[in-house]
Antibody, heavy 118, light 107 residues
Framework: QVQLVQSGAEVKKPGASVKVSCKTS????????MHWVRQAPGQGLEWMGW????????NYALNFLHRVTLTRDTSIRTAYMELTGLRPDDTAVYFC???????????WGQGKLVTVSS | SYELTQPPSVSVSPGQTARITCSGD??????AYWYQQKAGQAPDLVVS???ERPSGIPERFSGSSSGTTVTLTISGVQAEDEADYYC??????????FGTGTKVTVL
């Protein structure tokens, strides 16, 4: 079955960087774009960007254009999201998501809580 | 970037119909998708491409579209439908956006 598995929660200091992984199984990793979405506590969903795992091509939301980098390692079927210059308002649950059986995002990782605090 | 606007909240009695709207200029040209998110969980896709219901989604969930507004309808609301609902779309440049979200309360 399709699975997107993310690593456990992290606490970071302001100014630091975080790299979130999304390990996949159960489908052709290079056939479907991987998206990243975040959700601050009590807030809505915010789209961050996508990566084409086949080509490595990316597209980022304007809000994150200079702070986020999406990469992938096709040998281990894993996508990564790195966010730099962390601020307290980057505290959020970060999700990876893909549209595999249906257009839209029909498979999601379980989410990774990143807390930014001094 | 563009925005998708939803009402903050909708309240409905069990067995009644809930309608959640999502408005944005891009919706006139791009498909919309709807997600249900329960507390502490990842979202679930409940409507794809304006009107299509993924397998496993109950028939009481349906979507419609008219101009720059799309609507998620939950017919015969059940207590388990209490959740946050988000619309989502994209533009021609491949940028995606989520709606502001609607909290559905079952009275």
């Amino acid at each position: 079955q399709v699975q997107l598995v993310q690593s456990g929660a992290e606490v970071k200091k302001p100014g630091a960087s975080v790299k979130v992984s999304c390990k996949t199984s159960g489908y052709s990793f290079t056939a479907y774009y991987m998206h990243w979405v975040r959700q601050a506590p009590g807030q809505g969903l915010e789209w961050m960007g996508w990566i084409n795992p086949n080509t490595g091509g990316t597209n980022y939301a304007l809000n994150f254009l200079h702070r986020v980098t999406l990469t992938r390692d096709t040998s281990i079927r894993t996508a990564y999201m790195e966010l730099t210059g962390l601020r307290p308002d980057d505290t959020a649950v970060y999700f990876c998501a893909a549209g595999i059986r249906y257009p839209g995002f029909d498979f999601w990782g379980q989410g990774k809580l990143v807390t930014v605090s001094s | 970037s563009y925005e998708l606007t939803q009402p903050p909240s909708v309240s409905v009695s069990p067995g009644q119909t809930a309608r959640i709207t999502c408005s944005g200029d891009a919706l006139a040209k791009q498909y919309a998708y709807w997600y249900q998110q329960k507390a502490g969980q990842a979202p679930d896709l409940v409507v794809s491409k304006d009107t299509e219901r993924p397998s496993g989604i109950p028939e009481r969930f349906s979507g419609s579209s008219s101009g720059t507004t799309v609507t998620l309808t939950i017919s015969g609301v059940q207590a388990e439908d209490e959740a946050d609902y988000y619309c989502q779309s994209s533009d021609s440049s491949g940028t995606y956006v989520f709606g502001t979200g609607t909290k559905v309360t079952v009275l």
